[in-house]
């Protein structure tokens, strides 16, 4: 439980341990970005570009397996940078940084057919869905985090102490958020958690990522996992005593 390891007193890190998952480029797309889980699916956003206009393309897979289940035709969801479930309305929310980051999409889950859009009065770059309040996690500029409800309006938000700019998609269990930062050319990687309170609790190294860009981050059966571009591949991560890697 991460509660027990952040009171324990050690610094604390992530290692990607094991590749689980090879991203099957469909449609023209090709690099992978959002990403997320139903609870038994995962749902990974790739792009490509076509006469310099950048499109999306939803691929489904069984992590059990490793099948891929379906994929979409492309979309018009722009950089697609971060999915999350809605199981409310069984659909994915689509963070695609487009129109200032201010435009989601939304696809459903199981036809993986484009829904429609929405425009929020805040930019987003990232978000988790949250069923048991019926809200979402998002990360906007300057590492703001918020926290919207099922509209998208603003109910609360704080900036976050790590300043470490990059633009990933974030995930949240409802008691942390994990906040994946890229730093391009350097082996090691950045995990910022904190609380839903905004209390930093670690800006803790990310490792074994050393060819690989982190660009978002769930959890599905007790596990984290990891999805990245240049590799395109989902890892597994497990979580370390810091200078243990």
């Known amino acids: 439980e991460m509660a027990d390891l952040l009171s324990d007193g050690r610094g604390l ?19 992978p ?21 950048e499109f999306g393309v939803i691929t489904k897979y069984d992590l059990s397996t490793g099948e891929l289940i379906k994929y979409s035709e492309r979309l018009a969801t722009f950089h697609t940078n971060d999915l999350t479930y809605d199981a409310k309305n069984n659909r994915i929310v689509i963070a695609t940084l487009d129109a200032g980051w201010t435009r989601l999409s939304f696809v459903d889950a199981d036809t993986l057919e484009y829904i429609g859009d929405f425009m929020t009065s805040v930019g987003v770059r990232g978000l988790e869905y949250l069923p048991d309040s019926n809200t979402y996690v998002a990360a906007g500029f300057n590492i ?6 099922e509209n998208f309006n603003k109910i609360s938000s704080h900036i976050c102490a790590d300043q470490t700019l990059m633009t990933q998609g974030l995930y949240s269990d409802g008691k942390y958020v994990y906040d994946p930062r890229y730093l391009e050319g350097s082996a ?4 910022v958690v904190e609380d839903m309170n905004g209390k930093l609790l670690a800006s803790a190294n990310l490792y074994g990522l050393s060819k ?4 978002h981050m769930f959890k599905l059966n007790g596990k984290y996992y990891i999805g990245c571009n240049h590799s395109g591949y ?5 979580v370390i005593p810091q200078n243990w890697w």
Do not use: S, W
Request: glycine share 16%; net charge negative.
């Open 188 to 191: 090691v990687h950045l995990l």
């Open 13 to 31: 890190a992530f290692a990607a341990t094991e590749k689980v998952l090879k991203f099957e480029k469909k449609n023209g797309g090709g690099t």
């Open 144 to 149: 703001e985090i918020m926290i919207l409800d």
């Open 33 to 53: 970005q959002g990403g997320c889980t139903d609870g038994r699916f995962v749902y990974i956003g790739q792009t490509g570009t076509d006469n310099g206009v």
């Open 212 to 215: 690989a860009e982190p660009e």
């Open 234 to 238: 989902l890892y597994e991560v497990e």
